[in-house]
Structures are given as C-alpha cells and as structure tokens.
T-cell receptor
Framework: DTGVSQNPRHKITKRGQNVTFRCDPI?????LYWYRQTLGQGPEFLTY????????KSRLLSDRFSAERPKGSFSTLEIQRTEQGDSAMYLC???????????????FGPGTRLTVL | GQQLNQSPQSMFIQEGEDVSMNCTSS?????WLWYKQDPGEGPVLLIA?????ELTSNGRLTAQFGITRKDSFLNISASIPSDVGIYFC???????????FGSGTKLNVKP
C-alpha cells in the first residue's frame, strides 16, 4: 500500500497522560499536514511541514501539542497532559509540494481516533 | 479562519436519483477539492479543481469551480447505496497555504 498510513488507529488514554501519534506520508511527498476532526465537523488544520521544516501552526495547536518531522519523512504528533477536549480524530495528509507548484492536492491517511477518559 | 458554508447538511434520497451539493465562501479560493469520508476513515479525494469555471467529471461525479472563485458544486448522478457517506469540500488559498474544509454533507441513499 503506497498511501498515507497512521498509527495507532485508535488510542484510549486517561486525562493527564501523554500520547504520541505517527504518520507515514506517501514516499515522494514533501509536505505533511496534521488536522483534527471532531464529530460532525470537517477537518481543522493544525500544522504543516515542508520536508523537515514546520512552516505553519494553527492557533488550535496549544503548548501541549508538538509535532516533529525530523528527517523529512514520517512525522509524530505528541499531546502532553491530555484533556477530555482533545478527544477527536487526528488526520494526517501529505502532498507533493513541488517547488513553485501552484496546486497542492492533499491525500489523507485513515486517522487516529483519540479518546480521553 | 476562512469559513466555507456547505449545504445541504444532510440528504435522504432514493437510489437512482441525482444529488447536488455546494460550497460557498465570502473569500476567493485558488483550488477546490471534494472529498468523501466513510465512518472511522480519513477523507478520500474525489475531484480536484484548479481553474475558475473548470468543470470536471469522475465517473458519475461532476464538480465545478465557480467563476467568482467563491463557490463550487458537486453533482452525483444515478446514486447507488455505496455513495452513502459524508462529502466535504475544501478550498485552498495560496497565500495561506492550507486547506479550509466545509462542515460536510451527509448523504443517505435508500435502496
């Protein structure tokens, strides 16, 4: 399978615990995005990487959230001291992001469903 | 952030009927995408639109990029039960370099 993969698919944790999710993008894609999706809503942008550089962060990304893409390939999203309001589907997407490209179609992974008890 | 208004919120139709849904905004977008999402899965890309006025088809799906760049619609012809799911529009503005998603249209198809 050459699509975007995410692990784990489901995570249940207790409030106050730290969690980490992983995303493996499509291999030749330079850009990697993280989104959060709550029930009945569309995905909301959190942050994105161009190769290993984190270029933009949403206001939704509080200090408890940190994302990395150390080698410009896979990415991790860590949530520290989880709160019940963090319960959501966390989606990763990747795109070609070619230099000078005016179009940047994103392909999504299956998501990680986080439940904070 | 930029708001995309997607309508209708939900639809109940009979198998074989045609479906139309749209997405509007007060802002201009440079790219429009339409995705379908099944429960517990990530969105799957259906159609991508890159130019104002562009009309693109993918099988029974047809989508158009509005001339004003502020809207897009998606039509599904001769619906079948596997069309059931939530359809999202997404718009990209180059200067913001991220996609904004609508809140989705939930489609139910009765066999």
């Amino acid at each position: 399978d050459t699509g975007v993969s995410q692990n784990p698919r489901h995570k249940i944790t207790k409030r106050g615990q730290n969690v980490t999710f992983r995303c493996d993008p499509i291999s030749e894609h330079n850009r990697l995005y993280w989104y959060r999706q709550t029930l009945g809503q569309g995905p909301e942008f959190l942050t994105y990487f161009q190769n290993e550089a984190q270029l933009e962060k949403s206001r939704l990304l509080s200090d408890r959230f940190s994302a990395e893409r150390p080698k410009g390939s896979f990415s991790t999203l860590e949530i520290q001291r989880t709160e019940q309001g963090d319960s959501a589907m966390y989606l990763c997407a990747s795109s070609l992001g070619a230099s000078g490209s005016l179009t940047d179609t994103q392909y999504f992974g299956p998501g990680t469903r986080l439940t904070v008890l | 952030g930029q708001q995309l208004n997607q309508s209708p919120q939900s639809m109940f139709i009979q198998e074989g009927e045609d479906v139309s849904m749209n997405c509007t905004s007060s802002s201009i977008f440079n790219t429009w995408l339409w995705y379908k999402q099944d429960p517990g899965e990530g969105p799957v890309l259906l159609i991508a639109l890159y130019k104002a006025g562009e009309l693109t088809s993918n099988g029974r799906l047809t989508a158009q990029f509005g001339i004003t760049r502020k809207d897009s619609f998606l039509n599904i012809s001769a619906s079948i039960p596997s069309d059931v799911g939530i359809y999202f529009c997404a718009g990209l503005q180059y200067n913001f370099n991220k996609f904004y998603f609508g809140s989705g249209t939930k489609l139910n198809v009765k066999p």
